[in-house]
């Protein structure tokens, strides 16, 4: 598109998480009009660590705030995958350093420092607090929107980055409820100290064994490692209430460090959740509303993709907003760059893994006892 019709864009963000956050400094540098409007009345993200990839770091350097990620998160090397007990099955360096003019890694952190420096680096009042979206009525060029608090807006493009249970989605694009995938997961973060001795370096290592993975990420630059317990549970509550007894009985025989690590969390700082996707969303887009992340894909957490996708979708709509001659086309070229790519991840995400089946969840890559890895 022309630069001043882009200048003349209005654009609607619904959500302020990753892909809103996103989305708002993408299109903002395209010189677009934008108003991201959030349902808290405070952006603040609970949880724990995630690895942003280099693909991600790249888009984050192509936008000139690189150095606001880099400052809160530690660059990684590898990660490595083992059997309960700490057998190696699988070391690997992150794919896609060395495809950059700049040597560009993985970079871990804390979800909640991510969304402070992502909507740190927003041009002041971009972002509207206590707006919840009640309705959203596309109608055609342009889209109203109305909110609960009882104020509404117009926009040229509405950006749906509300979530796994978006009301964009519902409304305009299909009703592709939640879907519980049959586990549940415990988060923590923890000081480096109190690891047990199990993070001496900066890279993320997973222990799987008996329908349980065990992640430890580590977050050196707040001196804290994530640790994550996903394990197998019939119950589908979305917060379930649990005790100390239940998380040690999804760790039963694994590394007796990992079992010491659970026995001394504070189960008031525990963050408990069942874990859910969607099923591949058909249609992203009218002419003027688009999903992007968790809205259009929302996929397990076992490829650690979902927060990288949400990235790489603000990318590519901003460039197809650039490239194409109007805002619908901009729109079927943005879903027909990323949704191959996110249909893949949420299929592969979705199958899980044992030791056997890493070659299945890990294509091309192979178990540490066939090749040595590259550190």
């Excluded at 070229?333 to 890493?358: C, F, M, N």
């Amino acid at each position: 598109m022309q630069s001043s019709d882009l200048k003349n864009l209005t654009v609607a963000v619904i959500g302020a998480g990753y892909a809103g956050a996103a989305s708002a400094k993408a299109l903002s540098l395209l010189g677009a009009d934008v108003t991201v409007y959030e349902q808290a009345t405070e952006i603040r993200e609970v949880g724990a660590g995630i690895g942003l990839r280099p693909s991600t770091m790249d888009r984050f350097r192509q936008w000139g705030i690189f150095d606001a990620i880099a400052k809160v998160s530690s660059p990684s090397d590898y990660f490595e995958i083992l059997t309960a007990t700490g057998e190696p099955i699988m070391k690997e360096s992150w794919p896609g350093m060395d495809e950059y003019t700049v040597e560009t890694h993985t970079h871990l952190i804390h979800r909640g420092d991510f969304i402070e420096a992502l909507v740190s680096v927003l041009p002041g009042g971009m972002v509207e607090l206590g707006h919840k979206l009640a309705t959203v009525d596309d109608r055609g060029e342009r889209s109203l929107l109305t909110f609960t608090n009882g104020t509404t807006a117009e926009a040229d493009l509405v950006v749906g980055a509300d979530g796994i249970k978006s009301v964009v989605r519902r409304q305009l694009f299909g009703d592709n409820e939640p879907v519980f995938s049959g586990e549940r997961a415990y988060r923590a973060v923890i000081d480096i100290a109190d690891a047990h001795g199990m993070v001496v370096d900066d890279n993320l290592r997973m222990y799987i064994g008996k329908g349980t993975k065990v992640y430890l990420l580590p977050l050196r630059h707040r001196s804290q490692v994530s640790f994550d317990i996903t394990a197998l549970c019939p119950d589908s509550d979305w917060a379930p209430q649990v005790s100390k007894d239940d998380m040690l009985a999804t760790v039963d025989g694994f590394d007796p460090r990992i079992v010491d690590i659970t026995r001394d969390l504070d189960m008031s700082l525990v963050n408990t959740r069942g874990v859910y996707d969607i099923d591949p969303v058909d249609t992203w887009h009218s002419d003027s509303a688009a999903l992007v992340g968790d809205a259009a894909h929302s996929m397990l957490h076992h490829q650690g993709q979902g927060a990288n996708s949400a990235i790489l979708d603000a990318g590519a709509l901003a460039d197809a907003l650039r490239d194409a001659d109007t805002v619908a086309g901009a729109l079927a070229l943005y879903q027909a760059t990323r949704k191959p790519v996110t249909d893949e991840l949420q299929r592969i995400s979705r199958q899980g893994w044992t030791e056997d089946e890493v070659d299945d969840v890990f294509p091309g890559q192979k178990p540490t006892a066939r090749t040595e890895a590259t550190r």
